[in-house]
């Protein structure tokens, strides 16, 4: 059975960072997109980053680019996103997921889903 386990969300000021960890079992850890997204209240899910297991290459949505990192333990089967000089408007639900696609100009067709970890940035 594929677990998908996020950690690390929580409440913070504007400017502050955070570090989301996903941790994975039951699933072979290699050659395949893992991603972060998010989805905020009244608002459509949308990409953060993914990274390509085999490789370590990377994408950034633009919104997130040059805050967010994306970045692996493979040895571990982790999966973290650091947020950096966060904003009220990154406050959302953040999701990890696995064996994922780009369908439609869209990375979130994917096969495995976590049940999220809340971040909220205020003003």
């Known amino acids: 059975q594929v677990q998908l386990v996020e950690s690390g969300g929580g409440s913070v000021q504007a400017g502050g960072s955070l570090r989301l960890s996903c941790a994975a079992s039951g699933i072979t850890y290699r050659n395949y997109h893992m991603g972060w997204f998010r989805r905020a209240p009244g608002k459509e899910r949308e990409d953060v980053a993914i990274?390509?297991?085999?490789?370590?290459?990377?994408f950034y949505a633009e919104p997130v680019k040059g805050r967010f990192t994306i970045s692996q333990d493979v040895a571990k089967r982790l999966l973290f996103l650091d947020l950096y000089s966060l904003k009220p408007e990154d406050s959302a639900m953040y999701y990890c997921?696995?064996?994922?696609?780009?369908?439609?100009?869209?990375?979130?067709?994917?096969?495995?889903w976590g049940q999220g970890t809340q971040v909220t940035v205020s003003a």
């Open positions: 990274i390509y297991t085999g490789t370590g290459w990377t």
């Open positions: 997921a696995a064996r994922c696609s780009i369908l439609h100009n869209n990375w979130s067709n994917c096969d495995y």
